[in-house]
């Protein structure tokens, strides 16, 4: 397989991201990079470039005392540049516990994912996790 074919992109950043490996994920991105966070909360709605993620995922860990974690639930699914990826994420806090089944789907051109799209099972739950707006 190419390694820069949308399905080895994608596999790769996720591997990274298990492994703990944020520079390895982080390189899987574009520079000009758009994230969409759904929901209603302090980290909803665009994130852009990979300072833009960066930070994103920071506040995320930070607000989860470091607790965050993904983990890929099922093969990867392609169509063309997207790839439609089922998820598991779960975090904890002083105030609450989050544990959820979403799907992350990534657009992949020219070798580097260039939008990333979340969708969570329960956006309620999550709005109240993260803190809403």
């Not at 990079?33 to 966070?37: E, F, I, K, R």
């Not at 639930?73 to 063309?80: D, H, K, L, Q």
């Given at each position: 397989m190419n390694e820069?074919?949308?399905?080895?992109?994608?596999?790769?950043?996720?591997?990274?991201?298990?492994?703990?490996?944020?520079?390895?994920a982080m390189a899987q991105l574009s520079p000009q990079?758009?994230?969409?966070?759904p929901g209603a909360n302090r980290f909803s709605g665009e994130h852009a470039g990979v300072e833009g993620v960066g930070a994103l995922l920071g506040g995320m860990?930070?607000?989860?005392?470091?607790?965050?974690q993904l983990a890929v639930?099922?093969?990867?699914?392609?169509?063309?540049e997207l790839v439609a990826v089922p998820v598991r994420f779960s975090g904890t806090n002083a105030d609450a516990s989050m544990d959820m089944a979403g799907v992350d789907l990534l657009t992949v051109r020219d070798g580097k994912?260039?939008?990333v799209h979340l969708f969570s099972a329960d956006g309620a739950a999550e709005d109240?996790?993260?803190g809403r707006v």
């Open positions: 820069h074919t949308p399905a080895a992109v994608t596999a790769a950043y996720f591997e990274a991201l298990a492994s703990g490996d944020v520079p390895t990079v758009v994230w969409h966070q860990m930070e607000a989860s005392n470091g607790s965050f639930t099922g093969p990867a699914m392609v169509n063309g994912i260039v939008a109240a996790f993260w």
